[in-house]
């Protein structure tokens, strides 16, 4: 049987929770039933080394022509069967191309930014309104995103499929023998707490917020340090404010990083500021490392952290409410490691990132069988 083409369609391959998710999905795609590609509206991006070196990467120059135009001959070329565009930087122009192309399968995904960045634009709404009416599915990642689309977008919810994000439980998984070798390389003792975040360092993610409830918490527990891993527009501005606080000594930001899950073993407790969220890959990668969860009550995040039981949820924008539930979990050992291994069991019964792609698969497969294609 022929191999079934799938083209995923994104801005780019720089480090962000959409662009982990579809690197992850194309290399662990069955080879033997599915050819998947990814075309890039904006060339570069560190996670193009991840990328199974047989999987087709290409890149698109989104300014100049008519972008639509362009794509429509890429989808043309390589005989895709299925288009699958994510977010709005790639829904207009990549839906359309995939129509004039008449590409069996189109495919539109909503991530963690869409509350965040559509606001009240109206016309960007009407024209998602409008293309998405030309989508054969449209796909999000949590049932709080399914509700906003459904209220913002007015799409009927039996149009929307949630396939919830997934974690690779093998690569993701803690040890002393990482803990003690990790904390060593970066000068951190093995009698110290160490809280930490990773994600990229720009204003959803909240980072201030972290910062801030700092100086507290390490006059309280005096041997804390801090993680912050990850780049962005504000890692400049966030180390001067370590400064500022008085606290750059203990706080680590050590940049774009590939070996996480190596830092993450590191840690002793995981913290997500974020001011919106779809599902926080770096929360699933944390609890697969035996993590507990502090997470802010927003988007996604009920959904994989349960409260009082992986982790614990607080209001977002509350410093006092991280201050506090921070102070819970550094106080009770026995506490931190009992969510943390309830965390792992979620993610090895519920988070997989096999279980993610089977359901990815399943669905391409649905709708090729509906178009009479397999």
């Given at each position: ?274 001011l919106t969220e779809g599902i926080c890959n770096a ?14 009550d927003v988007g996604g995040n009920p959904e994989i ?57 399943g669905l391409y497969e649905y709708h090729l069988q ?5």
């Amino acid at each position: 049987m022929q191999k079934i083409n799938v083209m995923h369609v994104v801005y780019s391959l720089h480090p962000g929770g959409l662009e982990n998710g579809v690197v992850n999905q194309v290399n662990r795609l069955d080879s033997d039933r599915f050819n998947p590609s990814i075309c890039c509206l904006q060339p570069g991006g560190i996670l193009k080394e991840r990328v199974n070196k047989d999987i087709e990467i290409v890149e698109v120059n989104h300014k100049g022509g008519c972008l639509f135009l362009k794509l429509k001959n890429i989808f043309k070329q390589l005989r895709i069967h299925i288009v699958h565009t994510h977010n709005w930087g790639t829904c207009c122009d990549g839906i359309i191309g995939a129509r004039l192309a008449k590409v069996p399968v189109v495919i539109h995904q909503e991530h963690g930014t869409f509350v965040a960045t559509i606001g009240a634009k109206k016309r960007r709404i009407l024209a998602e309104q409008l293309v998405l009416k030309c989508v054969d599915q449209v796909m999000t990642l949590s049932n709080d995103l399914k509700e906003k689309m459904v209220e913002i977008l007015t799409i009927p919810a039996e149009r929307i499929k949630v396939i919830i994000n997934g974690v690779d439980i093998e690569k993701f998984s803690s040890s002393m023998e990482k803990r003690q070798k990790k904390r060593k390389e970066l000068g951190i003792g093995i009698d110290e707490l160490v809280i930490g975040t990773v994600g990229r360092l720009e204003p959803v993610k909240n980072h201030k917020m972290f910062l801030q409830a700092m100086p507290e918490l390490m006059k309280r527990f005096p041997t804390m340090k801090a993680i912050l891993v990850g780049d962005g527009i504000l890692k400049t501005e966030l180390m001067d404010m370590a400064k500022r606080l008085g606290i750059s000594d203990k706080v680590l930001f050590p940049g774009i990083r590939n070996d996480v899950s190596d830092i993450l073993s590191t840690m002793d407790l995981f913290v997500i500021t974020s001011l919106t969220e779809g599902i926080c890959n770096a929360i699933l990668e944390a609890m697969a490392c035996g993590l507990p969860i502090i997470a802010t009550d927003v988007g996604g995040n009920p959904e994989i952290v349960h409260n009082e039981e992986t982790g614990l949820l607080f209001p977002t924008k509350n410093v006092a409410g991280l201050v506090r539930a921070v102070e819970r979990m550094l106080e009770d050992e026995e506490r931190r490691k009992g969510y943390g291994e309830k965390a792992r069991e979620m993610v090895e019964k519920r988070f997989s990132l096999q279980r993610m792609v089977n359901e990815y698969e399943g669905l391409y497969e649905y709708h090729l069988q509906r178009k009479g294609i397999i």
